[in-house]
């Protein structure tokens, strides 16, 4: 059973940054890619970011439209931590964001989450 447990959240003015820490069960990655998605009030749940671990040691990340450019997903693989670098963050990023683990996809559009942390609060003031 994977268990994911998410850290870091908080408030944050606009323009600002934040990092998120999800930390996993071992050998989470090797079967896993890592996704993190978030979810407003009255909004659609939303991917934002993906990873996943080549057989050949390179890690590969895709993001959503929205948050290009300005979140950076990445992994310590030896430590089992999975991380979210938001940067010049704005009230629209303001949501609850979840730590998944799921389908080894290196792309969103072929990610699904099997397993979900309990998420962490982000609020971003303008």
């Known amino acids: 059973q994977v268990q994911l447990v998410e850290s870091g959240g908080g408030l944050v003015q606009a323009g600002g940054s934040l990092r998120l820490s999800c930390a996993a069960s071992a050998g989470t990655f090797s079967a896993h890619a890592m996704g993190w998605f978030r979810q407003a009030p009255g909004k659609e749940r939303e991917l934002v970011a993906v990873i996943r671990l080549s057989s050949g040691g390179f890690e590969y990340a895709d993001y959503a439209e929205s948050v290009k450019g300005r979140f950076a997903i990445s992994s310590d693989d030896a430590n089992n931590m999975v991380y979210l670098q938001m940067n010049n963050v704005q009230p629209e990023d303001t949501a609850v964001y979840y730590c998944?683990?799921?389908?080894?996809?290196?792309?969103?559009?072929?990610?699904?989450?099997?397993?979900w942390g309990q998420g962490t609060q982000v609020t971003v003031s303008s």
């Open positions: 998944t683990a799921g389908t080894p996809s290196f792309r969103l559009d072929g990610y699904k989450p099997d397993y």
